[in-house]
């Protein structure tokens, strides 16, 4: 079965705080969850289906659904791959509509990161003896930063890729980052400032990484027939695709993600082309993951990442393939170390035309949202979603 | 460079005969009956067939750079995918060797490095790699 045109997403709100130390994670749920049934002009006792991942507390589904008082549901995902899962539960979703086990899904994710202090990005993780990889890894300092610099290392070694090209990717999402009030980082910087930022793990800089922040976002998505009756405007599931990359026994090969898997996958559902999209939202936790994903999922060819996006081709107005016109996790928001919910709420705002004046592309009749969760350079789950506008 | 700390492996049952020899010096490596090809890390199902035919059999313990980066953190250190001379790509660090001299490519040699845990006492020692 096909899932394109099978479901629409209806609603999409993201939090706006970015430092939240006096709310739990449970609470944040909440909010986002009310905000995206407002924004689809739906209630609470309208959800019988309900998603979430590794960011809800307690058994997800179970501590979530009684906290936020969902006593109507007939479907539950706990479907976990990391900051990509989001991007799979709209799949996720419109399969459980089209069967008939749910007609109107929400999806949560939020947490707090920042008010922890947490050191995403380098800070030593400590071993979960049931994990079978942990003690190969954990004692050799795998970081998460570690961890996508050695995919960009390897690139810049195969292809020539080189820190300029990477800081484009910021600049871009700078750029963008400017027009949105709730931005962490509002500021337009510069390829030099980016280079000249300090190192963290060669070859990336400071500014090549992603902000780490509080909040979260929902989406609701609902049966086809449930959309056209709300007053928003309709976008509708049009392609998906997920995959899994690991070693598989010690055979990793740095230079792609698994979004060559689940893009080709969404295309071949959408029956679209990347020539196609007007807008991508592309997981952009480092600028090393923008530019693997974009030759992945076919927007350019291997090892041609760092021409494509040199010079703006990623600022909305100016290039070929406007990106992340939110400022992505690079510059606007990172809820709970996982991007993938932003991703799609960006795409939604640029269907509906609701994207920034400054940054909305015209016209914008068919958009791609792509996540990727957990280590590039160990293993990680890779989710492509092709939305279009009714 | 100052001397961090490793933290040590936490070992199980099906994992202890590879740290057993890590304390002898002797890298070892997965070996599928089925297909005749190594893998890493150790565990007790071929990761090519599924199959249980495998045994744990010495690796050469020579090897070349295949990616790094240096995590510049308060005591800094360089993670590595080693490309062993018997296939597998392992994650580890380049150690007894100045940052700037490491490269792709580079040849490396295993070298087994102490490790503490939590309550410092010692643990199994673990494979990096250094110029060889």
């Known amino acids: ?390 | 460079m100052s001397e961090r700390i490793i933290a040590a492996p936490v070992i199980d049952p099906s994992t202890q005969s590879f740290w057993d020899a890590a304390r002898e010096g002797r890298l070892m490596l997965g070996l599928c009956r089925d297909t005749g090809r190594h893998f890493f890390y150790p565990r007790g199902a071929s990761p090519f067939t599924l199959s249980p035919n495998v045994e744990l059999v010495p690796a050469s313990g020579f090897g070349t750079i295949y990616s790094y980066t240096v995590m510049r953190v308060a005591e800094p250190y360089a993670c590595a995918y080693v490309e062993l001379a018997e296939g597998p790509r392992i994650f580890t660090n380049i150690v007894d060797c100045a940052f700037e001299d490491i490269r792709i490519g580079m040849k490396v040699r295993v070298v087994f490095k102490p490790t503490r845990d939590a309550e410092g006492a010692a643990g199994a020692p673990v494979p990096m790699f250094a110029p060889a």
């Open chain 1, 1 to 390: 079965m096909s899932l394109r045109g099978r479901a629409c997403i209806v609603g999409a709100f993201e939090h706006p705080t970015r430092k939240a130390p006096d709310k739990s994670v449970a609470q944040l749920h909440a909010e986002v969850a009310f905000g995206a049934l407002q924004d689809a002009g739906l209630t609470k006792a309208d959800v019988d289906g309900y998603f979430c991942a590794g960011d809800a507390p307690g058994m997800g589904p179970l501590a979530m659904a009684d906290y936020l008082g969902l006593d109507r549901l007939s479907h539950v995902d706990s479907t976990d791959i990391g900051g990509s899962s989001y991007l799979a539960h709209v799949a996720h979703a419109a399969a459980a509509i089209a069967l008939g086990r749910c007609n109107i899904a929400l999806i949560t994710l939020a947490g707090r990161p920042r008010s922890e202090g947490q050191a995403t990005g380098t800070g030593a993780r400590a071993q979960n003896p049931t994990v079978p990889d942990d003690p190969f890894e954990i004692p050799m300092g795998r970081t998460v930063a570690g961890s996508y610099a050695l995919c960009a290392m390897r690139h810049m070694h195969e292809f020539g890729t080189t820190s300029e090209d990477l800081a484009w990717i910021k600049v871009a999402a700078s750029q963008h980052a400017q027009h949105n009030p709730h931005a962490m980082l509002k500021k337009p910087v510069t390829v030099e400032e980016v280079v000249n930022s300090p190192m963290v793990a060669d070859p990336l800089h400071r500014l090549d990484c992603c902000v780490i922040s509080d909040g979260g976002g929902a989406l609701i998505v609902a049966r086809p027939e449930i959309a056209r009756s709300l007053k928003r405007p309709v976008v509708t599931v049009r392609g998906t695709g997920e995959s899994i990359k690991g070693q598989f026994g010690g055979y990793p090969d740095l230079t792609f993600s698994g979004a060559r898997f689940s893009g080709a996958r969404a295309f071949a559902e959408a029956g679209v082309t990347p020539a196609d999209i007007r807008y991508a939202s592309i997981y952009d936790s480092f600028t090393i993951t923008v530019l693997i994903q974009l030759e992945d999922l076919g927007f350019c060819a291997k090892g041609e990442g760092g021409r494509f996006v040199r010079d703006g081709n990623l600022i909305s107005g100016v290039g070929r393939l406007p990106f992340n016109t939110d400022g992505g996790g690079l510059c606007n928001n990172h809820p709970a170390n996982r991007g993938g919910m932003t991703k799609v709420i960006e795409a939604v705002r640029q269907l509906r035309g609701e994207a920034h004046p400054a940054v909305q592309v015209p016209d914008c009749g068919l958009a791609l949202a792509h996540g990727t969760g957990g280590l590039l350079g160990h293993r990680h789950g890779s989710a492509t979603l092709i939305m279009e506008r009714e």
